[in-house]
């Protein structure tokens, strides 16, 4: 079936150190991918997408994402967390092809400590 | 420019009852989607509609509807209330179907007590 897996529920990095969240997705092409960002309380902001062309792709707040077609991974990276990173992060795919309805993980709660 | 903006934030609705929830999407954007966030089951896709036409469809049952309106501003209605359908109501929007890239709105929290 046709899925998206975030396989860490929750990781916890100290401030500074490196970050890579995990995606993977199941799906016969390859999808338009996402990963966004939820504070708590609050809704969605877009981190960054990859629809085609280079692999890796730059986003807001210093992320970073590859889209690895071999692997059907799209992990998201920061070189060096701030506490205010701390959040949840959900990758979502859009396995239809039409950009019209979004698939998401289950999210990776991200703690960061001092 | 503003984003997208969800009203009421927060509802509390009697089993039961019916709630409308209202999206008004950024200024020209006329894709409009929305989602159902859980604890159990995560973020979940509802409907999308465009151009005051559903155009996707989710898992849900027929108690959920939504409608769109010529200024691209979305309702969604959910009747015979129950109480799993506490959740994080977002809407989405996105300039045209078909156009990969949706801007969220912060929600509106409904709890059914």
């Known amino acids: 079936a046709q899925s998206v897996t975030q396989p860490d529920i929750h990781i916890t990095v100290s401030e500074g150190a490196s970050l890579e969240l995990r995606c993977n997705y199941s799906y016969g092409a390859t999808p338009y991918l996402f990963w966004y960002v939820q504070s708590p309380g609050q809704g969605l902001q877009l981190l960054l997408k990859y629809f085609s062309g280079d692999t890796l792709v730059q986003g807001i707040k210093g992320f970073e994402a590859e889209f690895k077609r071999s692997q059907s991974s799209f992990n998201l990276r920061k070189p060096s967390v701030h506490w205010s990173d701390a959040a949840e992060y959900f990758c979502?795919?859009?396995?239809?092809?039409?950009?019209?309805?979004?698939?998401f993980g289950t999210g990776t709660r991200l703690q960061v400590t001092l | 420019k503003a984003g997208v903006t969800q009203t009421p934030r927060y509802l509390i609705k009697t089993r039961g009852q019916q709630v409308t929830l209202s999206c008004s999407p950024i200024s020209g954007h006329r894709s409009v989607s929305w989602y159902q966030q859980t604890p159990g089951q995560g973020l979940q896709f509802l409907f999308e509609?465009?151009?005051?036409?559903?155009?996707n469809k989710g898992n849900f049952p027929g108690r959920f509807s939504g409608r769109q309106f010529s200024n691209s501003r979305s309702e969604m209605n959910v009747s015979t209330l129950e109480l799993g359908d506490s959740a994080l109501y977002l809407c989405?929007?996105?300039?045209?179907?078909?156009?990969?890239?949706?801007?969220f709105g912060s929600g509106t929290r409904l709890t059914v007590v």
């Open positions: 979502a795919v859009d396995l239809t092809g039409t950009a019209s309805k979004l698939t």
């Open positions: 989405a929007s996105s300039l045209e179907s078909g156009v990969p890239g949706y801007t």
């Open positions: 509609y465009f151009s005051e036409t559903q155009r």
